[in-house]
């Protein structure tokens, strides 16, 4: 009520209207946040975080995020683009276009993380195999990351779970 509240009091605020989206999205209401966060760019075209937001929703209703995440890269600031080049990864890997979320997870993090976070993708994807070399990778960047050690393991369990030939 409170966010619907700010919108109607400022309705030229791209911050409000962004907040609003970022409400509605936690609630489940994706395509009303959607609509919210396309309103704060609206408003102001300086607010990049609404775009990455918008980037991020598009991603989890399975639209054709690529576009949308690309302009918010470019839109995003400084160390802030780190956040929407992750976004732009998931929307290559929605699209079915892993070799660009790899790239793109790199370019976003250091190589533990990136490969980390390669790991976690295709893991949801159920590429077990894929997801173990990229944990594998990240902990040859860095042998003390232990939950990189912990995600190979359980995509080793679930590869072998699908495929239990020796």
Request: with cysteine; charged share 20%; aromatic share 10%.
């Amino acid at each position: 009520a409170d966010a619907y509240r700010a919108v109607h009091y400022a309705p030229d605020s791209a911050a409000a209207a962004n907040t609003l989206g970022t409400l509605l999205q936690a609630t489940g209401n994706i395509e009303a946040a959607k609509l919210w966060y396309a309103r704060a760019f609206h408003l102001d075209k300086d607010a990049w975080y609404a775009l990455n937001n918008l980037c991020y929703a598009a991603v989890l209703t399975r639209d054709a995020a690529v576009n949308t995440c690309q302009a918010a890269v470019a839109a995003s600031p400084g160390a802030k683009s780190k956040l929407a080049q992750n976004n732009l990864a998931l929307a290559h890997l929605a699209a079915g276009d892993a070799n660009s979320a790899k790239q793109w997870f790199r370019r976003a993090s250091e190589p533990a993380t990136a490969s980390y976070n390669y790991g976690i993708a295709m893991m949801a994807t159920r590429a077990y195999q894929e997801a173990t070399a990229a944990f594998e990778e990240a902990l040859r960047a860095d042998p003390q990351f232990t939950l990189a050690a912990m995600r190979a393991r359980q995509a080793r369990l679930a590869a072998h779970a699908e495929d239990p030939r020796p």
